[in-house]
């Protein structure tokens, strides 16, 4: 049977971009965008995508080329998911709230030869050029064409160089054909990692892995026909976790948005009956935190969240609002959510506060993952499913990356034995679900017992108070690390603060924890250090955390409570509590 | 970016073996298969296979020999759609409906090495074998071993050589690991035609394009999770429109069931209660047969029909009752449904008759394939969509057939300029959704017009009284051909069917078609000639049609009527009417 070889008509490339020529011959009359005032279909999307992949040709864009953009949730940031690559291009996102020295970073490293830049930021990008063009090792050819995105509903007028984006639309050849993928395992697309924790990577994107996770994450969040889709989450943030392309492939709407308030949203979600939004929990603060008139929804909204798992406080009071959550676990290097927690019916039977914690699970492998496992690296073993022994989970299928660009170490470590190694530590459950415990290294090693950071957290949101924790290893002279708090509360009635003590803290975490895994310190903050995504800046915190050490130390002499202020975090005060 | 090379842990090959292997560990407790009284879960059903798989290789099963199958949707036929590529063999499952003839036709075409039968079938199975084994040509080390299934639920003891389907089950390892697939292009499947027009040819399908079709199925169904599936499709019919995979892919329950009367589909669905069927049109019929107590629906029934499409009065009748059809249209080669009629919300507001004619439609493309055109085959150029102009149907993607098993002719013939032609003959409206309006070898060309046979067809079943209708060219010495009506007419009250005549038919025609469209001759039978999968025999019908010209010139001498009956259909009665 093997005689019967592969042509054109039975093995065509998988690539996302056949999702937006399928919705323009079946949904051309159909709302593709929405913003502002703004509408396209998806017959004028393709056409608009084709005019910009032509007119990106002419700029000599070619095969493999890097495409920078610096852009909200805007119509262009959409339309790029699909001419760049139709200009056989790879689209490089950049996180927006990244600061001019990191975009330079990017911009260098990516070898961008087009940066688009959205008019809100064309100072942090001027800034950015302005950088790579003073380095002496970046040859003035190397500098990327820069092309100015105006807002389309209320154009601005700002610029930075001559071109602006709906010129190149308007000039492009609006019967441009894309030339055939020659190979679906050829780039798409191009994300810089976080970097929490080390230098940005550049996570590269095949074709082929952007269709699959596209197709499993509708069918993983079970998305049916004509979603209307809010975006929340940033496009930039691993392509808005393929609902770039998803949207297209269920011929849905996008709702797109330049700001996340909570206005713009309930706005969005009533004018447009909103039916799918993805975002982080913290998203869930600003929804919770909207005046109760604004808070209008007449159909459920399905919110896909993930980056943290949706603490139970927040779930028991955002859902009877009308949002129905489902919990997603990813990262950058898997193309987005990797796992997903599938809903079983017969959890609805069960108390609210055991929906809570199954919901919070990090779950079951979208569909097209070839596999997932939480493995011993030593022996590479995996782990008896019964919730307690910890272990990294590795992932395997084709919607993993491709590697990090220009970093043949980083690659060959992030794949161990046939499998991506994550760097989280979790938990295989009876059922299979699995549970994220910890990032490898922010697990607390103390007197010998591994503790999970996470576990700590998750104990600590339990408290009515408590807005955001975060759990670092401290330096322990007895323990060798023992778990240090850091708790951000909730403003009382009377906006103050101040009234919540670290006793208080302690004696919760007693009764809700074995008692090594108790923190011997907790630092209450108005607000907790986050990156540009959001993330808590766990880093800062374990600084933050040896310094407390050495205050420890001294004040214990005189005190069991430290009355001295702690320097602050940037700008934002703290209020520090000592135990030992 | 492209010095990033594939390995293990970003490139599996795609195929549906994963969605087993996935259910089982995460719905392992969950029913995989119910059959009468037997119940398996999804942890059971992965160690059934993989003991029957290594049950395979220890009776030297290697890769790409082909296993072949004679059973009905009983849990064995379901497990071999893993069992057989887990032991890296080919699946050939063969029409239950064929005689024995037929069946060593393909036994010996697929060069089988192993024969599973259900005890049902053991007389078939062993005249096909007799016919084989006295074949000359077959050597007797190509005959294939035999392996029984007797009902796993009520032992028959039934048996056909020595080994039994539990027995290779129960001496199967359960831990037993299939080797890696290396190449997703392997073959998966093998499906014979059923070759209304010639002979029937072995169509090859690929583990990828399987994997494809299925995720595509479920998507464009969406359906969601936990369904319970009925196996009113016969599994052997393109692996049951992949949802044999499809079903584990969701996690859901199948219900298996060895005959399809109403009784048994309505219990089913009562007990059970099952969420989603596939069925050919012809099925309706069944349901609305049965007696009223026996309809009970507490809750909505999915069907996706496919075949043929689903008449407008069949519709309105069926849905009130609770079932809720969607519309798909494929062929073998194809790997079932290759297009579906997906609903657009708002159609809701149109009057049901358009509802009906929208249903009707054959649709578009699903998810994973890449193109759908209709075409002028001289010039490949692509028909206007205006709903009118007819084409052929051309299909590309990866869920296209491998090609036809040693038959490179045929392949070469079915792949035209990076098409497959379906030889399906069809218009496309201006919305982008297609409709078929004929096989392109039963369009009737009658004084140079092209005639739809489907569309006369349309026509007749709008008369309340016919049930089944067929159309097909008749000889014309005039208009070179002229459509000759065959229809089954439903029962009037008293039981009796001879009260509908040609006259009031034609009358009816005549105020529903153009007059060239009118069929020159109706003929009544008491029901159709249909083939093993229930499509009616329209090559019967042509040469019926042929001799009726005969008649018809003979009787026109005396008569515009012809009292005379015509010869018998097989063991029908056929009552005829002739008009010129």
């Known amino acids: 049977m093997d005689q019967l070889p592969k042509c054109e008509a039975n093995y065509t490339p998988l690539t996302p971009i056949t999702f937006l020529k399928r919705a323009s011959a079946f949904y051309a009359n159909r709302t593709s965008i929405i913003y502002e005032a703004t509408r396209f279909t998806w017959g004028q999307t393709y056409e608009r995508c084709r005019r910009l992949a032509s007119s990106l040709r002419a700029l000599n864009i070619v095969k493999n080329d890097v495409v920078s953009v610096l852009a909200p949730n805007v ?34 490293h990516s070898e961008a030869k087009v940066f688009f830049v959205d008019y809100q930021y064309v100072q942090v990008a001027g800034e950015a050029l302005r950088i790579l063009v003073g380095d002496s090792k970046v040859p003035e050819s190397s500098i990327p064409l820069v092309i100015v995105i105006d807002d389309i509903d209320s154009p601005t007028g700002v610029r930075l160089g001559e071109l602006e984006y709906e010129q190149l639309v308007h000039k492009g050849n609006p019967k441009y054909v894309h030339a055939e993928l020659e190979d679906e395992w050829d780039p798409i697309a191009l994300n810089y990692t976080s970097g929490t924790t080390s230098a940005p990577k550049g996570v590269a994107y095949s074709h082929r892995g952007a269709y699959l996770s596209t197709l499993s994450l509708i069918l993983g969040w079970e998305m049916g026909g004509e979603p209307v889709y809010l975006w929340t989450l940033p496009m930039f943030h691993c392509n808005g976790w393929t609902f770039t392309w998803g949207i297209a492939a269920r011929g849905g709407t996008n709702v797109c948005l330049r700001n996340t308030t909570a206005t713009d949203i309930y706005r969005s979600i009533a004018m447009h009956k909103v039916t799918h939004m993805c975002c982080a929990p913290i998203v869930f603060n600003i929804l919770l935190q909207a005046e109760p008139n604004e808070i209008t929804l007449t159909s459920p909204v399905q919110i896909l969240t993930g980056g943290a798992p949706p603490p139970a406080a927040l779930l028991e009071k955002i859902e009877p609002l009308g949002f129905h959550i489902t919990h997603a676990y990813g990262l950058t ?45 030593k022996t590479m073993a995996s782990v008896p499913h019964d919730g307690k022994t910890l272990g990294e989970i590795v992932l395997r ?120 895994m108790v923190p011997k310190k907790v630092v209450v903050l108005p607000e907790l250090p986050k990156n540009s995504t959001g993330k808590i800046l766990k880093n800062e915190l374990r600084a933050k955390a040896k310094e407390l050490l050495v205050s420890v130390n001294l004040s214990n002499k005189s005190s069991n409570v430290n009355p001295q202020p702690i320097p602050p975090f940037g700008e934002q005060n703290l209020q520090a509590f000592s135990r030992l």
């Open 333 to 377: 290097e898997a193309t987005g959510p990797a796992l997903v927690c599938e809903w079983q019916r017969k959890w609805n039977q069960l108390p609210r506060d055991d929906q809570a914690k199954l919901k919070a699970r990090q779950g079951i492998s979208i569909l097209t993952l070839d596999d997932v496992d939480v493995k011993d690296l």
């Open 397 to 516: 299928g084709s919607s993993i990356m491709k590697g990090y660009f220009k970093d043949r170490k980083a690659t060959s470590e992030a794949f161990k034995d046939g499998w991506f190694v994550t760097g989280d530590v979790g938990v295989v459950h009876p059922d299979g679900y699995l549970e994220i415990k910890d990032r490898s290294k922010d697990v607390i090693i103390s007197g010998g017992e591994n503790i999970s950071s996470v576990e700590v957290e998750s104990a600590l949101y339990k408290h009515p108070r408590v807005l955001e924790a975060a759990v670092v290893a401290m330096p322990h002279p007895h323990w060798g690390e023992s778990p240090c708090a850091f708790v951000a509360i909730r403003n009382n009635s009377a906006g103050k603060t101040e009234d919540l003590r670290e006793a208080e803290i302690i004696s919760h975490c007693r009764k809700n924890l074995p008692h090594f």
């Open 75 to 108: 119509p262009a940031m959409y339309e790029m998911h699909f001419a760049v690559p139709m200009a056989g291009a790879v689209l490089n996102t950049i996180n927006s709230r990244l600061d001019a020295k990191n975009v330079a970073t990017i911009l260098r």
